[in-house]
């Protein structure tokens, strides 16, 4: 008798422990998409891509997120123009053979205010780590949660310096800047 009790609370404190950290949804990465922008540094041209995430968690309860990974495969790099798409897997950029995924990691947990957080986490491209601030849009679906948002994050902070006008201050035509976009619709569900 005494083994059922002691049974019977320990699984009520797992209960107990698992509902008080929160819900864990998983990350639908077929469901999900993730777009790409670069632009020229010193006119308007821009080009728009796709690139897959793989997988990823997120634990949050009614008003925080307590953890969140989303892993990215750079393999996926897409765009129309074939020479631009190698170019951009290649040493000059992202040298997805070496590097083939990149990672978004929540560091702390964040509060949730009428459905947007700002997540604060280590980003890792090609193995550097830097810290990113992503405000996002939380929104609850019948099956779980989907998080928006649209984050510009600067490539000479990874080591991607080609055409860089921050590095190489003389070009001009062919200067590329510093900063690409990623906007994201992120599906997760339990």
Known sequence: MKTIFALFISILSLCLSVKASGQEYVLQSKRSSLQWTGKAAFNAYSLTGTINVKNGTIVLSKDEISQ???LID???IEHQDKKLKSHLKGEDFFEVKTYPTARFKLASTVKIVDGKAVLIGDMT????????????TIFQTSSGIKIAFNHALDRTDY?????SPTIFEKLKADAIADDFNLKATLLFEK
């Open 68 to 70: 969140l990974e989303v």
């Open 74 to 76: 750079m393999k996926s």
């Open 125 to 136: 491209i090609k193995k550097i780590t830097k810290k990113e601030k992503i405000a996002v």
């Open 159 to 163: 080591g991607i310096e080609y055409n």
